[in-house]
């Protein structure tokens, strides 16, 4: 079995580092700084992406990419935690099956998280917004993550907390598990998996159970 993780709101909640990288952006280019939950309904998305959503000229939207990546950089060890369950859910799944991430996140800094956690060494790739030209809801987030597996005649799974992780593993052809931990609702991410779980330690658990045919809910 192959599975792959987002990580916002799946195995950790950087939302106190996301949101002050933004507060400080548009601070330092002098515009007056948008409410948090407009920037929170976008987390998920690219950087530039979720710039532009907030009114970001595009000749600036670069500006404030690299703004906002100085300062992450410099806080994202320090305000990022690991979800609840977070690291139960990756030791045990590291137990029956090969696993991989798969973020919109700079793959660098994800990379610097994940060893910060001391988890990095049970996942055999990282692949973040800088290693692909189209990133989630596009399947080639999850493709290029597959390229570092043998998947023949194994079951894929992707665990994301959004419509885009669930997007993404349904254009590339794999399978997918919504959990609550993060940023989207139940509601919403039913219209795109049929299987939902609270967190990723939970999911893990049902993942199991196909190998053992034994799972209570």
Same mark, same amino acid.
């Given at each position: 079995?192959?599975?792959?993780?987002?990580?916002?709101?799946?195995?950790?909640?950087?939302?106190?580092?996301?949101?002050?990288?933004?507060?400080?952006?548009?601070?330092?280019?002098?515009?007056?700084?948008?409410?948090?939950?407009?920037?929170?309904?976008?987390?998920?998305?690219?950087?530039?992406?979720? *710039?532009?959503?907030?009114?970001?000229?595009?000749?600036?939207?670069?500006?404030?990419?690299?703004?906002?990546?100085?300062? *992450?950089?410099?806080?994202?060890?320090?305000?990022?935690?690991?979800?609840?369950?977070?690291?139960? +859910?990756?030791?045990?799944?590291?137990?029956?099956?090969?696993?991989?991430?798969?973020?919109?996140?700079?793959?660098? *800094?994800?990379?610097?998280?994940?060893?910060?956690?001391g988890l990095m060494d049970k996942?055999?790739?990282?692949?973040?917004?800088?290693?692909?030209?189209?990133?989630?809801?596009?399947?080639?987030?999850?493709?290029? +993550?597959?390229?570092?597996?043998?998947?023949?005649?194994?079951?894929?799974?992707?665990?994301?907390?959004?419509?885009?992780?669930?997007?993404?593993?349904?254009?590339?052809?794999?399978?997918?598990?919504?959990?609550?931990?993060?940023?989207?609702?139940?509601?919403?991410?039913?219209?795109?998996?049929?299987?939902?779980?609270?967190?990723?330690?939970?999911?893990?658990? *049902?993942?199991?159970?196909?190998?053992?045919?034994?799972?209570?809910?």
């Amino acid at each position: 079995m192959i599975i792959l993780f987002d990580l916002d709101g799946t195995l950790i909640d950087s939302t106190e580092a996301i949101l002050e990288s933004f507060h400080n952006s548009f601070a330092v280019h002098g515009f007056s700084v948008p409410d948090d939950a407009q920037i929170k309904a976008l987390i998920g998305h690219p950087l530039d992406v979720m *710039y532009r959503e907030l009114g970001v000229d595009e000749a600036l939207v670069l500006d404030f990419v690299t703004t906002y990546k100085e300062h *992450y950089r410099e806080i994202s060890t320090q305000k990022t935690k690991l979800l609840p369950n977070a690291k139960e +859910a990756v030791e045990a799944a590291a137990a029956f099956a090969s696993l991989g991430i798969v973020t919109t996140k700079t793959g660098k *800094y994800s990379r610097i998280l994940m060893e910060h956690f001391g988890l990095m060494d049970k996942f055999e790739v990282l692949v973040g917004r800088e290693h692909v030209q189209n990133p989630k809801p596009h399947a080639e987030p999850i493709l290029k +993550a597959l390229q570092s597996f043998d998947t023949k005649n194994k079951e894929i799974w992707m665990i994301g907390d959004t419509q885009m992780d669930l997007l993404s593993a349904k254009n590339a052809g794999v399978n997918s598990i919504g959990v609550l931990s993060g940023y989207e609702e139940e509601k919403s991410l039913k219209k795109f998996s049929d299987i939902i779980f609270n967190d990723s330690l939970d999911a893990i658990g *049902y993942l199991k159970s196909r190998k053992t045919g034994h799972f209570i809910v």
